[in-house]
């Protein structure tokens, strides 16, 4: 399979999962692992299955630059946005990651908590 090939839709399969409306499952066919979008099954099959070393270099690339997309404005250090917050509260405690209720002073963990409160 090559970068910006469309997959045939032979080599495909999708699962209905009846215990849950609308579920879709695609499924690859080497190795049966399930994915929820075809694009996510499109990039496993360009990374794990790929027969050309080219593609599935590129595709490891890209995903990593995409990946790390969170930059630490204390050491400069690039992180995934789903790390930048650990990595912030191990390696840099003296910042202040909370958000504050102005009216009680309560602290909570990030805004979307502070405006439920």
Known sequence: ?????????NSVTIEFDTSVPDKIEYIC???NKKFKQKRYLRVHQQVVH????DNRAKTNRTNQEKSFNRQCTICFNFFHSRNIL???RLMHPEIKIHKTCELCGKEFKNEWFLNRH
């Open 86 to 88: 650990k990595h912030l």
């Open 1 to 9: 399979l090559n970068l910006g090939e469309d997959m045939d839709i």
């Open 50 to 53: 790929s027969a050309n070393p």
């Open 29 to 31: 066919t080497d190795c």
